[in-house]
């Protein structure tokens, strides 16, 4: 028995560090997708095999500095001490984490416009949010202009835009409110608990509609003028014309 206990320690460590791992929410910037309290699940299997965050996704990421405010640990005796014992296997998510979770609104390269009375764009294309909590606005509270996220780098912003400390109101920090890619600890896929707010995660259908920063960027081709297609058919039957005389004038000749 001690021997099944060990391996199956073993391997929620291992699923842990290599596969997914349960993190929860401790705040309301990401409601009402995610409530305080949810356990969510966390794949972190693709970046090891260099799969990037995309728009839209809702990820869990390191604090890149200065995002969280520093707090004392607390001893909270026995259910403390187990506590830490369940999330160093990934049984429970840790008490005294420093992540965060937010959703990914645009990657490296991308421009966003984040203006007061405006819905916020992603290279030009303004993003419809259903997912926002009812009543929050998409920038008023925190409009910060227009940025160009750096490669590498992701812009992200919670839910719940009143009630979120996220990439806006960081800009003045190391980083410029950009969160690193390898800061990234993985996309979280489903709320696991409670079972009354068990739901996935998916990518909202908006961002399929933002094209790449290099597509935004190609100039708009203009229709051909009315004048210029009457020049491209009068062409080939201007030489038509022409080889045809000739033919008549060898014959003739």
Known sequence: ?????????????????????????????????????????????????????????????????GWLEDTAPKDDGLMGSVQKVLSTVGLMPSADEKDLIKRVIAVGGDTVECNAGSPVKVNGVALDEPYLFPGATPCDNDPVGTVTVPKGKLWVMGDHRNNSRDSRPHQNLTGDGFVPVDDVVGRAFVVAWPISNWSTLPVPDTFDKVPSRAAAALPEQAPPAPAALALAGVVPIALWRRRRSRRSRRRTG
Do not use: C, Y
């Open 1 to 65: 028995m001690p021997i099944l206990l060990v391996i199956a320690l073993l391997l929620s460590l291992g699923i842990k560090t290599f596969f997914v791992q349960a993190f929860s929410i401790p705040s309301g910037s990401m409601e009402n997708t995610l409530q305080i309290g949810d356990r969510v699940l966390v794949d972190k299997l693709t970046p090891w095999f260099g799969a990037e965050p995309e728009r839209g996704e809702v990820v869990v990421f390191h604090d890149p500095g």
